[in-house]
């Protein structure tokens, strides 16, 4: 069974600095990955998504890494601001054809990520 | 365009109640899913839906629960019998899937259903 770990759980850092967030999952079977913010209350939103075949991906002041065969994920943020505070989740799917039903995800545990200003 | 709805956004009923939560996903995307998110327990999956396939409920807690989806678009998810346990934030989600191998399926979230059983 799939298990995702995100150390560490909460997450405090000044504004300005640059930080790294960590995703391990336990089985490195996957399709892909995937890393969401959540803001209190709110629904989650998609941030960025990693294939299996790549080995990272960027928007903006974000750059999310994947090496599977370890089983680890990082998300790398930039220059952080106030409006980056949130939880931050990643989650795998699992490989397989769409046509078998393998598109559940299997969540992290979440570090909710405070930036001071 | 239009993202994932869904309504309500709270919920408070009583013990024992049936209640319905009831998903809009994003126009097109022909898989939906059903995920609840516990205090202190993650985000786990429910049920999901694809095309007119049969649905995969291997997520669903109890014989309490269950989902709908209506015409390939809205789908209900439906609580008999509610107990305090279930409160919880229940989100939907859509993706369009490609069934080449290669697309990407991101799914794509709502805002959820925060649903409080006294």
């Known amino acids: 069974k799939q298990e995702v770990t995100q150390i560490p759980a909460a997450l405090s850092v000044p504004e300005g600095e640059n930080l790294v967030l960590n995703c391990s999952f336990t089985d490195s079977a996957i399709y892909n990955l995937q890393w969401f913010r959540q803001d209190p209350g709110k629904g989650l939103t998609s941030l960025l998504l990693i294939q299996s075949s790549q080995r990272e991906q960027t928007s903006g002041r974000l750059n999310a890494s994947l090496d599977k065969s370890s089983g680890r994920s990082t998300l790398y943020i930039a220059a952080s601001q106030p409006g980056d505070s949130a939880t931050y989740l990643c989650a795998v799917r699992p490989p397989g054809s769409s046509n078998f039903g393998n598109e559940k995800l299997t969540f992290g545990t979440g570090t909710r990520l405070t930036i001071i200003p | 365009g239009a993202g994932v709805s869904q309504s309500p956004s709270n919920k408070v009923t009583e013990k024992g109640k049936d209640v319905e939560l009831r998903c809009d996903p994003i126009?097109?995307?022909?898989?939906l899913y059903w995920y609840r998110q516990s205090l202190g327990q993650g985000l786990e999956f429910l049920i999901y839906f694809q095309g007119n396939s049969a649905p995969d409920k291997s997520g669903l807690p109890s014989d309490r629960f269950s989902a709908e989806r209506t015409g390939g678009s809205v789908s209900t998810l439906t609580i008999q019998r509610t107990q305090q346990e279930d409160s919880a934030v229940y989100l939907c989600?859509?993706?369009?899937?490609?069934?080449?191998?290669?697309?990407?399926?991101?799914?794509?979230f709502g805002p959820g259903t925060r649903l409080t059983v006294l």
């Open positions: 126009s097109g995307h022909t898989a």
């Open positions: 989600a859509s993706s369009l899937v490609v069934f080449s191998g290669r697309g990407r399926n991101e799914q794509f």
